[in-house]
Structure formats: C-alpha cells, structure tokens
C-alpha cells in the first residue's frame, strides 16, 4: 500500500512538473526578439528600456514616466513581427508620455519572418501573459488606470484582451487599423470580440487603409452596439493609410483628445 501511494505521488508531480514545463514555453521567435532587443536597447531616447517576464522568458519593454506625476497609464501593442520602437508606436509612447500618462511599450511574441499571419492565432496566449505583466509593472508605478493602444494585429490583441479578460483593470481601447483574420481564431476576428467588450473604444483607422480593415467596419459598429457599448467611436483618417504615412500628426491628434476624454484626470 506505501509503496503504491508513493508511486501515485511521484506519478503526480512528475505529471505537475512537465505540464507546467509545457505551459511555460515561449511561442515566440527568441532569436528575433533578441536581435530586435540588440537593436534597440542601446537607441532608446525617450524613457528606459525593462525587462519583463512571462513565461519564463524575459521579454523588451520600453517604459516612459508622465511629464507631470499621476496614475494615468497606456499600453502600447504594436502589430505582427515587429518591435516596441517602431514607427508611429514609438512616436505615440513619447508623445503620450508628454501628455501626462505612463506608457509603457511591450514586445509582444514574434514569429519567423515568412510566417503566415494565420499562424500568429497561437500566440494569443501568450500576448495576453505579457499585457498582465505590463499591467503589473504599471501598477508598481503607481497606476490605477490602464489604457491599451494597439496597431494592426497589436489592435487585435487589445481588443481580444479585454474581451476574454472582463475583470481586468483596463479602462478603455485605442484600436488604430484594427485588422480582422476571419478564418483565424476567435481572438483574430474583432467583429466577434468586440460583442464582449464594455469599455469605451477608438476604433480609428485610415480611409485607404487595407482591405481586412475597411471590408469589417460596419461589422465592427455593429458588435459594439450589441454589446450596448455606448462608448464605441470610429473616426476615419482622410488620406490615411495603414501605417499612417504622412498623418502622423493627425493619428496623434485624435488619440490625444480621446484619452484626455476616456482616462479621467
């Protein structure tokens, strides 16, 4: 009988041990985060770089104090492949930083460079570990409101954050080209999760932004209205395109406003 019952207990952590040895891989690419880490550690200009961990596996993140003190917060998620520096995402951490919040511009997993954007389903997962990381991060900072902004896929992933995570403290969305996957997981089609979010949404993008873009925009307003999300906007950029070439000053001009409207003093 001893010997049968230490068997079982020995069965069962081994079987504890290696389950969560499964659950704590990485679906990421570590090579390139590593080279795009390598890239950009040493350029930050605004703010610092941190280290977060999720998974077990430490990941980039740039974080920027507010120009005056409070406990106002953003997120920054940028989209499929890419990094916490690029682009108009690195211009929006500093310049909301400038406007009295924290932001706090997060890695998220990446994949090979000729990975299909369907593949990128399974990292989900473990995009949202690395949202709750930031969160907690932000909150050692004082933190008490969190905001998530998000391009493309990185909109995506905010969108379906808070939809399958109601209870988190996240208080409102920027969604800039919020791109849809319809034969993806539920996670990559907007129209679906967006019927299960309550906070208020900016949900802005370019009028010759991509197709997966403009094809979904009334699906999208009308989750919202199902959802009786009464703080769901969309506002079209003239001349915009995906990434906002050339309307950067615009894009920032319509996120400001919103989070000085939606985040609170």
Known sequence: MYNKRF?????????????????????????????????????????????????????????????????????????????????????????????????????????????????????????????????????????NRVLLIGHSSGAMT??????????APVTGIVAIGLTTFPNGPDTMQPTLMLKSVRVPVLDIYGANDLHEVLSYNDARRAAAQAAGNKGYSAVRVPDANHFFTDQYEALKKHVLNWLRRNAGP
């Open 158 to 167: 905010a969108v379906a954050y808070v939809a399958k995570h109601p209870q």
């Open 7 to 143: 068997l079982l207990l020995i069965a069962l952590l081994l079987a504890s041990f290696l389950s969560g040895q499964v659950a704590a891989q990485t679906t990421s690419n570590i090579q390139r985060e590593k080279n795009w880490a390598d890239q950009i550690v040493d350029t930050v200009v605004v703010g610092e770089p941190v280290w977060l961990s999720a998974r077990r596996h430490k990941f980039l993140a740039l974080y920027a104090p507010p120009a005056q003190a409070g406990g106002r917060g953003v997120i920054l998620i940028h989209g499929r492949g890419v990094h916490p520096a690029w682009g108009f995402i690195d211009n929006l951490r500093a310049d909301i930083a400038e406007a009295s919040f924290h932001t706090l511009s997060l890695q998220m997993p990446i994949l090979a460079t000729d990975a299909p954007f369907g593949a990128y389903g399974k990292t989900f997962p473990e995009a949202f570990e690395r949202i709750d990381a930031g969160i907690q991060y932000l909150k050692q900072k004082g933190v």
